[in-house]
């Protein structure tokens, strides 16, 4: 089989001999991929930057049998995003969204939509509106996997009676909402404020996020705290950057 085109963002790298790196990337083409770049830990190689964590670039895979790592045959850098070199918590957030795509994705399964979400994501960390963009990430991720969350009636029995005034309760094993019927039947209910669930059906609903007005501001760290709670069970632990991108 001849090497294949990508576009692909790279989402982590080790060293694995002197002079070559394995690298994980996450390619618009084929999903998560695994590659063996030789020669691309020398100063002067044939992928000169476009190796580097957190880089956009077009490359040739060699794709190999199942079991074995496939091989980095040319890469070419394509973009850069330079806030992460001047704001820590750009770049604690660009961690954050490479651990999501190394380590909750799976092999060779193309997601474009999600692959277009982190680098749009990539390309707008900046100021008081990062956590916003990474919101509106993780519920990319979550519906991409299959795991979006039902924002618009009761997770568990399907009822779409859950009056506004009443208090909201939400639940990451459940799926979303949950009405007052099935409350007893799901331990990991969380209550959930109407302000911050307005926020989730916005960002939900691929709506613009705008500025970040004083609703949007008061609710921050509600939406945050409720969505990594539900990253957290998708993966089944807590992301090691989750904490980073928080502040807690």
């Not at 001849?2 to 002197?18: K, Q, Y």
Request: glycine share 8%.
């Amino acid at each position: 089989m001849p090497a294949e085109p990508a576009l692909g963002l790279v989402v982590r790298g080790t060293d694995w001999s002197e002079t070559s790196r394995i690298l994980t990337l996450f390619t618009r083409e084929f999903g998560k991929v695994r590659a063996l770049a030789k020669g691309g830990r020398r100063i002067q190689s044939n992928f000169e930057m476009s190796l580097d964590l957190l880089t956009v670039c077009r490359v040739m895979i060699w794709r190999k049998s199942t079991g074995s790592l496939d091989l980095l045959t040319e890469a070419r850098l394509e973009e850069q995003f330079p806030i992460l070199r001047h704001d820590l918590l750009a770049l604690q957030a660009g961690y954050y969204i490479a651990e999501l795509l190394a380590d909750g994705t799976q092999e060779y399964d193309p997601h474009p939509v999600l692959f277009d979400q982190a680098v749009t994501t990539l390309r707008g960390l900046q100021g008081r509106t990062i956590w916003l963009a990474i919101s509106a990430f993780e519920l990319v991720w979550l519906r991409e996997l299959g795991y979006s969350p039902r924002l618009d009636a009761c997770a568990v029995c399907g009822s779409e009676s859950i009056p506004a005034e009443s208090p909201q309760y939400y639940s990451a094993a459940a799926g979303g909402l949950v009405c007052a019927a099935c409350i007893a039947a799901v331990p990991d209910r969380r209550q959930l404020s109407r302000e911050a669930l307005a926020v989730l059906r916005g960002l939900a609903d691929e709506r613009n996020e705008g500025d970040a007005d004083e609703l949007v501001l008061m609710v921050n760290s509600e939406v945050r705290s409720l969505l990594g709670y539900t990253v957290s069970h998708i993966l089944g632990r807590r992301p090691r950057m989750l904490s980073y991108v928080d502040g807690r």
